[in-house]
Structures are given as C-alpha cells and as structure tokens.
T-cell receptor
C-alpha cells in the first residue's frame, strides 16, 4: 500500500493553462515536501509545508497543506514549458526516512 | 562547495556481475540516502545513513544489495550478481540532518543497465 497517492499520474497541457496536482494519504503528517525532477537530474526541493491549512506561493506555484495534514495540492498558474517535469510529494515516514509518492509527470506544450 | 556527486553516471553490466556505485555528499551533511527510480516511476527508498550508521536498511530489495559509508562522507552501494530487474537510476541524496527542516540535495544519479 502506497503511503502517498499522487494524481493525476500524467498531465499534458498547453502553455498558458492552469493546473492542479494532488498528494493524498490516510495518515497525518507533521510536514510535507514537494520536489520537481527534470529529465536526467535528481529531484529539487520546491517547498516544505508544516501547518494545517498553510498556503505557500512560489512565483506561479501555489502549495496548500490540508487542514487535517493528510493531503496537499500544487496549483500552477499560466503554465510554461519550463514547468515540465515530474512533481513528487514526500513525507518523513517511519524511522525518519523520507518517503516519496510516485509523482505526477507534467508536460507543458508550447 | 559542489553539490552531491555520483559516479559513474552510466553503467552497463552483464547479468551476474557485481557493480559498485559511489556517492560523494555535500561536505558537512550528516544524513545520506539511497533511492532507486525505475523508468517512469517514483523514488523507492533503499537505505539511509546517519553519520556512518544505517538506522534503516528496510528498503534494500535483497541480500545482493549492500551499502556502507565511511568518514561520514563517501558512500558506496554495491549490487552483487546483478539481475535485469536491477536496471534503474540509483539516486543519492544528502541533508544536513534528518528532519523536515533539512531538505534533501540529490545527485544526478547513476543509470544502471543490466544486459
């Protein structure tokens, strides 16, 4: 059983469109991280959310942590081809290891 | 200084051979992680080190896999008697310490192909 479920698994959109991807779990977490991975590279941290209901903005990216701290969303406004990549959410699992979801593969077409 | 460095970047090996993958973490980072990423998939946890100790080895797929870390620095992941299902990108990451305030810094991975 996956600790973190990410949806959708794949998303292909046109430049300028808005999109939202989700990270869900039945467990409660003290914090949650979002990473982006581009082809041929390792993931890079985008944001950490720690408070239920918290909203953080990073330019055109808006991250929200659910009130119950079981889920999170990432919204991208006016997507650009440079946003293309694999978006991964991650939480500290048992024994303090960082556990990742399977990711959402986003393609933004020019 | 430099980020996390992994070598080799690509490795092609024949089934049954042993391989050794190397990770040089960011200097001063006490925590070091190994993950495996199969094509088009997310990251599968293998093992992590706090200093030179490995508190959690639960992700190692079989006894063919082993890892060590020395001098709270370099780590090597060894796969013995490689199988085709071992083909994947092996990612190493380091962090200042193990908590949510310390983000993971990843290397670019070693792409392993077992023929």
């Amino acid at each position: 059983t996956q600790l973190l479920e990410q949806s959708p698994q794949f998303l292909s959109i046109q430049e300028g469109e808005n999109l939202t991807v989700y990270c869900n779990s039945s467990s409660v977490f003290s914090s949650l991280q979002w990473y982006r991975q581009e082809p041929g590279e390792g993931p890079v941290l985008l944001v950490t959310v720690v408070t239920g209901g918290e909203v953080k903005k990073l330019k055109r990216l808006t991250f929200q942590f659910g009130d119950a701290r079981k889920d999170s969303s990432l919204h991208i406004t006016a997507a650009q081809p440079g946003d293309t990549g694999l978006y991964l959410c991650a939480v500290l699992g048992g024994s303090e290891k960082l556990v990742f979801g399977k990711g959402t593969k986003l393609t933004v077409n020019p | 200084g430099a980020g996390v460095s992994q070598s080799p970047s690509n490795k092609v090996t024949e089934k049954g051979k042993d391989v050794e993958l190397r990770c040089d973490p960011i200097s001063g980072h006490t925590a070091l992680y190994w993950y495996r990423q199969r094509l088009g998939q997310g990251l599968e946890f293998l093992i992590y080190f706090q200093g030179n100790s490995a508190p959690d080895k639960s992700g190692l797929p079989s006894d063919r896999f082993s890892a060590e870390r020395t001098g709270e620095s370099v780590s090597t992941l060894t796969i013995q008697r490689t199988q085709q299902e071992d083909s994947a990108v092996y990612l190493c990451a380091s962090s200042y310490q193990v908590d949510y305030n310390s983000p993971l810094h990843f290397g670019n991975g070693t792409r392993l192909t077992v023929t």
